[in-house]
């Protein structure tokens, strides 16, 4: 971490434990540490600085690593700069902020970085893309027609991965690439047009899919079976085309049979869906009448029982419909957690010394405010302006804490 002056020396402590930190703009307080000496409230605020020195090197270091982008860091600065510059510590909060002047130099030398390297990566792709579109003119007028398919689409998904060049550059090179595609692709199309052999083996391959859906159609394997059926129309469309009668009728074969198989499963699953919400509709008013009769009373053991019933009732329905899965399950968490707490507030209320721990706490601000009053009127006597605004910051912050104090008195009490 950097040496900096101790950050002590950028800050005071008033009589009444106000503490100020001094800036070049002149003091500004930053809080009070209620019952606690001035070293102490003054240390609390250091340590609030420290923090933020910490938190400034760690950022420095994370920049320096390159573990932030440039943009990334831009943003963390500006936080911590916005962070520091209203913090309310005690330290050298401008020395901090210098420092932050120095991580943005950094992050602009890694700016420039970044673009050099980016200028580097588009002149690599102008020169792949230019043996890229060498390559798909060559591969244009060859006679690979089962190659050059795969060839083609490894060369445009590498293409389509590379950096953009300027917009004239690439649109020029991405006309010769696409043109010398298209032209490969309709060389191909009309050599296999001219090929019936290829509308043979369609057929040969449609017609073997037939049977093996056939052989599926009465099937209640559901599972497996609707995973076969998606695995033959894969290879149904990879099977090509066959003449337009053949295709017709094989197809019409090959869909009754589909239809035979998911009509059955959407009866059975339909079936099974009307049960699951029955049993979701029971477990709901088993849990509707939980949440109002178990939470209505005062938890302790008779809650327990009740809720160990209520969950032997409700484990012992079945399967409920996997969308409400979750929402039911949130309603059961919602219900323990309910009735831990009463548990817990009951505990709390009966307990002795945590009733006479909140009683001593209401009372000690309670005396604290009554000689700030006190104090109050003699400042306002004797017309000491200064005296009687600091003594009133005071009265607030003390009277906050009582209202906590008693607010947590009347929770127990209750």
């Not at 002590?8 to 800036?23: I, L, M």
């Not at 049979?257 to 008013?285: I, W």
Request: charged content about 30%; glycine content about 6%.
């Amino acid at each position: 971490m950097t040496e900096n002056p101790r950050p002590a020396s950028f800050g005071r402590v008033d009589a009444d434990g106000t503490v100020y930190v001094v800036t070049a703009d002149g003091e500004r307080m930053v809080g009070q540490v209620p019952d606690s000496s001035p070293a102490e409230a003054l240390a609390f605020f250091e340590r609030r600085f420290e923090a933020l020195a910490v938190e400034a090197d760690l950022l420095s270091q994370r920049v320096k690593s390159g573990a932030l982008s440039p943009e990334e860091a831009r943003k963390a600065v500006g936080n911590l700069r916005t962070a520091i510059s209203s913090a309310n510590a005690v330290g050298d909060l401008a020395g901090l902020t210098a420092r932050l002047d120095k991580v943005t130099d950094i992050i602009d030398a890694a700016s420039a970085k970044r673009r050099e390297e980016k200028a580097r990566l588009v002149e690599e792709s102008r020169v792949r893309k230019l043996a890229m579109v060498g390559q798909a003119e060559k591969l244009a007028l060859s006679d690979d027609w089962r190659g050059g398919v795969g060839k083609f689409r490894e060369l445009l998904e590498e293409w389509r991965a590379l950096p953009r060049l300027d917009r004239a550059s690439d649109d020029d090179l991405w006309r010769r690439f696409s043109t010398a595609r298209t032209a490969y692709t309709r060389r191909r199309k009309a050599h296999f047009a001219d090929l019936g052999e290829a509308q043979e083996q369609a057929r040969a391959a449609k017609e073997a899919i037939v049977k093996e859906a056939a052989e599926l159609a009465d099937s209640t394997d559901w599972g497996a079976t609707a995973t076969a059926f998606r695995t033959l129309m894969e290879r149904w469309k990879a099977a090509g085309s066959a003449s337009r009668g053949a295709d017709d009728e094989l197809w019409a074969k090959f869909r009754s049979c589909q239809d035979s198989f998911f009509g059955r499963r959407s009866e059975v699953f339909n079936a099974q869906d009307k049960e699951f919400q029955a049993n979701l509709e029971a477990k709901t008013a088993l849990l509707d009448e939980a949440e109002r009769s178990i939470l209505s009373g005062a938890g302790g053991a008779a809650a327990r029982t009740a809720y160990r019933d209520f969950l032997a009732a409700f484990n012992a329905i079945g399967k409920i419909p996997r969308e409400a899965v979750k929402a039911v399950e949130a309603r059961l968490q919602a219900l323990d957690a309910a009735i831990s707490e009463a548990d817990r507030r009951e505990w709390a209320r009966t307990d002795p010394q945590t009733r006479a721990t909140a009683e001593g706490t209401v009372n000690l601000f309670s005396g604290k405010l009554d000689r700030l009053h006190d104090d109050l009127a003699k400042a306002k006597a004797s017309g000491n302006a200064n005296k009687e605004a600091q003594i009133q910051a005071s009265i607030a912050s003390v009277q906050a804490l009582l209202d906590q104090a008693t607010q947590t008195l009347q929770d127990i009490s209750r």
